[in-house]
């Protein structure tokens, strides 16, 4: 399967990440691999990947002071690194009872050292070709509603295929998932004047009440360097 890619964040052209569109457009796994996992952006069968995004976001802070009637800007740029999770996607397939109408399919992580109470699993459509629906695979010990936990490395799967309450086909197969590592810059077209400037007359440099921040809350005390990512997002204009 060729994989899909976005070659820009907030603008900036990053490094080639994986968009998480529907894997179930991907191709049929060769008829000599019995059952497994088709994960998007691999050319290989039951071999997927996790990507751990390194990201360092630059803005602009306006530290100026008045100096008598006068406003002196002084404008630094900081910036901050966090992780972000890209996750990987994936659809079942079995070469032996392909998809038909009514089928679904529920998938079971039972690899040693995951919690078994219960197993990570995820419960999809299997009643289209040619694979099942997609779902997203992170990692985890522990089950969770929005994606498959797994573990860095091979993961073992138990599988059932059911028509109602009658199994039609159970197993167990093995997949690998990698963990990748990225690095991208996010230049935020941001600016924040830590509270100086003139007043409304525009004659006299004076410290602005909060509400006056350019239509938003003062930041805390201590930032810019721990402010959360989420905050930008909100105090832009």
Not at 15 to 34: E, Y
Not at 96 to 101: E, F
Not at 166 to 173: A, K, M
């Amino acid at each position: 399967m060729k994989a899909k890619f976005v070659s820009t964040v907030m603008g900036i052209s990053l490094l080639s990440v994986p968009v998480l569109s529907d894997i179930t457009n991907a191709q049929t796994p060769s008829p000599a691999l019995q059952t497994g996992l088709q994960f998007q952006a691999s050319e290989e069968f039951n071999v997927g990947a996790v990507t751990t995004l390194s990201v360092t976001t630059t803005y602009q802070v306006d530290s100026g002071k008045c100096v008598g009637q006068f406003y002196h800007p002084n404008m630094e740029t900081h910036s901050r690194t966090h992780e972000e999770l890209v996750f990987g996607r994936a659809a079942f397939i079995s070469q032996t009872t392909p998809p038909a109408p009514g089928l679904r399919v529920t998938i079971r992580n039972v690899t040693p050292g995951i919690d078994r109470n219960p197993s990570p699993y995820t419960d999809r459509g299997y009643d289209k070709a040619p694979m099942s629906q997609g779902f997203k695979v992170s990692f985890d010990i522990t089950h969770k509603g929005s994606y498959l936990a797994v573990q860095p490395g091979n993961n073992d799967f138990s599988y059932e295929i059911k028509r109602g309450n009658t199994i039609i086909e159970s197993g167990t197969f093995t997949a690998r998932i990698d963990r990748r590592n990225q690095s991208i810059t996010r230049n935020e077209n941001f600016s924040w004047n830590m509270g100086f400037g003139l007043n409304d007359d525009k004659k006299r440099c004076q410290q602005q009440p909060a509400s006056q921040q350019n239509g938003f809350p003062m930041p805390p005390l201590d930032w810019p360097p721990n402010i959360p990512r989420d905050l930008f997002r909100d105090m832009k204009p």
